[in-house]
């Protein structure tokens, strides 16, 4: 009698586990049959957060000033370089530094065909680490340069109170959670 009774209870656990299971892989299922994106080239940059302090990328969308280096970064499909985790410090020219450009040229950059050049052209902007004005001016009294995304190197300069990079006059320097931004008046060609 024991015996059976200890049968009847194995049986019923084993059917209890077995609906367990298979309403499991029912969910799981039913969660993978979810339609995902075919292409998705933001990555980070398409989540959005409120509570976070805001990364370069953010700040950069939010500036009137550089709303044509936003368009850029956008169609050379770079956000998600922009807000990773850091530390990264960008040259960020201005509306002005992009209209100073021979005429057409920032139309002929953002074409399609043209997407890699614009990306090198941009990349060629940002650099690993943290510089803010002062650390630029330090590298400048040691002489050093500071190193690209792209693996060239910008030669860092101070006239009077000015900080140059790659002969761009530094306009103003604002920090964010994955780095530094640094306004410059003139785009950096590589």
Do not use: W
Request: aromatic letters at 4%; one cysteine or more.
């Amino acid at each position: 009698m024991k015996s059976n009774y200890l049968l009847t209870l194995l049986s019923i656990l084993i059917v209890i586990m077995m609906g367990s299971c298979s309403q499991g892989s029912q969910q799981e299922g039913a969660a993978s049959s979810t339609p995902i994106p075919e292409s998705h080239p933001k990555g980070q940059a398409s989540v959005e957060d409120n509570v976070s302090e805001a990364n370069i990328l953010q700040v950069a969308a939010g500036s009137q000033a550089h709303t044509t280096l936003v368009a850029a970064v956008q169609a050379a499909e770079i956000e998600h370089v922009l807000v990773n985790a850091g530390p990264l410090t960008v040259f960020a020219p201005t509306n002005d530094a992009f209209a100073a450009l021979p005429e057409g040229t920032v139309d002929d950059l953002l074409k399609p065909e043209n997407k890699a050049k614009l990306a090198n052209i941009l990349t060629g902007h940002a650099a690993p680490g943290s510089f803010d004005l002062e650390a630029l001016k330090k590298e400048a009294r040691k002489g050093r340069k500071i190193y690209t995304a792209t693996g060239q190197y910008l030669e860092v300069s101070v006239d009077g109170d000015e900080v140059l990079i790659a002969g761009a006059r530094i306009l103003g320097t604002i920090q964010t959670s994955n780095g530094v931004i640094n306004v410059i008046d003139k785009i950096i060609l590589p």
